[in-house]
């Protein structure tokens, strides 16, 4: 089993930076996914970057795109989101996450993963 436990999340000022981290207990290397999603408050939990690990290719969300990275330190078994210019519509529950075995998995998808943490609050004030 792989636990995943997200950090960083607080009240970002709209404009700013944000970074995220997220540590797995084990390695998550035979892995197809490793992503970060959110779900803000009556809205559905959507896909916001994600890393295809066995084609070593990144997706992004549109609503984010040009303005958030994913990475990953394996030999620190961390991932990372960082996004800039902050908007309060950002303003969400961020979870980490990880699954899948396929080369062919489909990452956007949360179907995929195996693995959940238990978010973090991100807030943007407007």
């Known amino acids: 089993q792989v636990q995943l436990v997200e950090s960083g999340g607080g009240s970002v000022q709209a404009g700013e930076f944000l970074r995220l981290s997220c540590s797995a207990s084990?390695?998550?290397?035979?892995?197809?996914?490793m992503g970060w999603f959110r779900q803000a408050p009556g809205k559905e939990r959507e896909g916001v970057a994600m890393?295809?690990?066995?084609?070593?290719?990144?997706y992004f969300a549109d609503s984010v795109k040009g303005r958030c990275t994913i990475y990953q330190d394996r030999a620190k078994k961390t991932l990372y989101l960082q996004m800039t210019n902050m908007k309060p519509e950002d303003t969400a529950i961020y979870y980490c996450?990880?699954?899948?075995?396929?080369?062919?998995?489909?990452?956007?998808?949360?179907?995929?993963?195996?693995?959940w943490g238990q978010g973090t609050q991100v807030t943007v004030p407007s």
């Open positions: 996450a990880a699954g899948g075995q396929s080369f062919y998995s489909d990452c956007r998808s949360e179907t995929e993963y195996n693995y």
């Open positions: 084990a390695s998550t290397g035979d892995l197809s996914c």
């Open positions: 890393i295809y690990h066995r084609r070593a290719t990144t």
